[in-house]
């Protein structure tokens, strides 16, 4: 081994290698509990900014599968009519009655058995029918409301309707349409109507 002279404190020559030791450090070869309660933390902050935006997209696509049911029992009363030349039987709700006739399922009120509306089985986070009727995405006890212009049995076909967003007479106003649907809610985000 290479020696060099050196003095020591005293004064004394001695020898030390010119080649220093590698010093054994200790590479860290896992995450330390600090790291990864730190990564856990920033995790926990991304999700609570991301799950808002996921719950506002699922609400959006809500109200769009319900718009489109609207529009759709909307329809399909107006071929209705223009296939027999009268609305279907009086209802201010889209019960179960009013959709087997408009399904095609009864032949009481459609004779011909024609299925003027596609309908099917409602499910959690799904519109569709059940007991009720035909219900919104958001609840399975509250089926769409309806008006027609055949308002009390009567038809008047004057193409003026009065219709009640909030399910009491409070709300109620005319249009001019032959046939209104929308879901009665309180949260206006949630409001549905075919008119619009």
């Known amino acids: 081994m290479l020696s060099a002279q ?3 404190p005293s ?10 030791e590698n010093r054994n450090l200790k590479t860290p070869s896992a995450f330390t509990l600090i790291e990864l309660l730190v990564v856990i933390a920033i995790i926990g902050i991304l999700m609570s900014v991301l ?22 029992i909307a329809t399909a009363v107006t071929a209705f009519e223009t296939e027999y030349g009268r609305l279907p039987i009086f209802t201010t709700t889209v019960n ?6 408009l ?9 011909r058995g024609i299925p ?5 089985a409602a499910k959690k986070g ?18 769409y409301s309806i008006a027609m212009d055949n308002e009390g049995g009567t038809n008047s076909y004057d193409n ?9 007479v409070s709300g109620t106003f005319g249009i001019r349409r032959k046939v209104a649907v929308w879901n009665v809610t309180t949260n206006t985000r949630r409001q549905v109507r075919s008119w619009e």
Request: hydrophobic fraction near 35%; proline fraction near 6%; include cysteine.
């Open 96 to 101: 179960s009655v009013l959709v087997q006739t």
């Open 11 to 20: 004064g004394a020559p001695s020898l030390s290698p010119l080649k220093t």
């Open 160 to 168: 003026d309707i009065q219709v009640s967003t909030n399910g009491s």
């Open 103 to 111: 399904a095609g399922i009864t032949t009481t009120d459609n004779p």
């Open 126 to 143: 799904k519109s569709g029918t059940n007991s009720n009727g035909f219900v919104d995405p958001w609840t399975t006890n509250t089926a």
């Open 6 to 8: 050196c003095s020591d």
């Open 51 to 72: 799950f808002p935006a996921v719950n506002s997209v699922f609400d959006n696509a809500k109200r769009a599968q319900a718009r489109n049911d609207a529009v759709q």
């Open 116 to 120: 003027f509306l596609e309908v099917q």
